[in-house]
């Protein structure tokens, strides 16, 4: 029979056990993702970022036969919906103000990381069974709501449905590899306009006289960290008001994840005065993190799309995703694409009216991609139908 624990901490499971099934594939390469590996949770979790006092409690759940864990999901207790990027504030405003009381609820997802990737860790079959046993945790605590967030499109549309599960559909930007052997090939790609305007970016950020280096791995040094904390904490007060990593979350992520990271940094002779963390899945940059202590036109764009364009191409990968939200990004090449999230509510009234909410958001977000990839950067009847450029 299959015994479902609730785990007080990832330190309760080896990292073997977890990896074995968060990322089967290390055992030939990196993984798909880092994100749910136990290097990149525990480090939150060692560091403080997550536990007593974030709003994040660890609470991993995880599938046992016959004393082997078969199946597991990241899982956390939330007071709050900060660091999710999925957003429901609305939902717990309206289900506050009816008298209800959403907080705390369920969260499977990957704290502060806006990347798909898998939440139901381990075999196929066995999703659906982690699934309602994560519902019935919810309910069985009478907790508002469970909500599964930046999962697989295959995950979301394999559990739509199942025990009340709503899908949703949003969307953010990625660049896509087209198969170019350098930075010039994905300009040339694009309308003539677009291709003015970033190499006019890049000439801008490249007249600071600021020397720009793409550090991974060993080339990482504690004192880069000390430089980029600073980054981080300007960037997170004037965005979200409090950071949501700590310090110890860098060193933490330096002493375990370094080769799985891609830091660029830019320095003023040896000054280091901004920067950008990228972290590296087997097939896809994921930038992340991003700050400067000074004021240096288009540098931004410079280090965090551009940079990670270049590091793309030179390493092979497919794509870069570039965070949640920014339609910026578009001019620059990234184009729109769905992400998925599953979200059970426990109050069958409030259940029909977010269901009402989430078909309309769904066919408003596949109008808006449709919208915006027709009149995105990219040349219109180009080079790959023979026909003539349009500027766009």
Request: net charge negative; proline share 5%.
């Amino acid at each position: 029979m299959p015994d479902f624990v609730l785990l007080d901490s990832l330190t309760e499971i080896t990292a073997a056990a977890w990896d074995a099934l968060a990322a089967p594939e290390q055992a030939t390469g990196r993984p798909l993702d880092p994100f749910t590996t136990h290097r990149f949770l525990m480090a939150l979790e060692q560091s403080g970022s997550v536990g007593q006092g974030t709003g994040w409690l660890p609470r991993p759940l995880v599938l046992r036969e016959n004393g082997e864990v078969r199946a597991a999901l990241p899982l956390y207790v939330k007071t709050h919906s900060q660091g999710e990027y999925i957003f429901d504030h609305g939902w717990a405003e309206a289900f506050q103000r009816a008298g209800g009381r959403y907080y705390p609820k369920l969260q499977v997802a990957v704290p502060f990381t806006p990347a798909s990737g898998r939440r139901f860790l381990g075999p196929e079959a066995l999703r659906a069974d982690l699934a309602s046993a994560a519902i019935g945790l919810a309910a069985g605590n009478d907790l508002s709501s469970l909500h599964i967030t930046f999962c697989t499109e295959a995950e979301a549309r394999a559990l739509a449905g199942h025990d009340g599960l709503l899908h949703r559909v949003t969307s953010q930007f990625h660049w896509l590899n087209r198969g170019y052997g350098d930075f010039a090939d994905f300009l040339a790609d694009l309308a003539s306009r677009k291709r003015k305007t970033i190499r006019k970016e890049r000439e801008t950020a490249r007249a600071h006289g600021l020397t720009l280096r793409a550090l991974t791995g060993d080339d990482i040094l504690p004192e880069h960290w000390d430089a980029f904390w600073a980054f981080y904490q300007d960037t997170g007060s004037r965005k979200w008001g409090r950071p949501y990593l700590t310090r110890a979350a860098f060193d933490a992520f330096h002493a375990t994840m370094r080769s799985d990271m891609l830091l660029v940094m830019a320095f003023d002779g040896t000054r280091p005065v901004a920067g950008a963390l990228n972290f590296i899945g087997r097939d896809c940059l994921y930038g992340r993190y991003w700050g400067t202590t000074g004021d240096y036109p288009a540098l931004h764009f410079e280090l965090c799309y551009y940079q990670a364009i270049d590091w793309a191409i030179a390493n092979g990968l497919s794509r870069v995703e570039a965070g949640a939200q920014g339609e910026h990004k578009l001019a620059r090449g990234y184009l729109p694409v769905e992400t998925h999230s599953l979200h059970w509510i426990a109050d069958p009234g409030f259940r029909r009216a977010v269901a009402d909410y989430l078909r309309a958001e769904r066919a408003a977000t596949g109008e808006d991609i449709g919208v915006l990839t027709r009149f995105g950067p990219f040349r219109r009847g180009g080079a790959e139908s023979g026909g003539k450029e349009e500027e766009c």
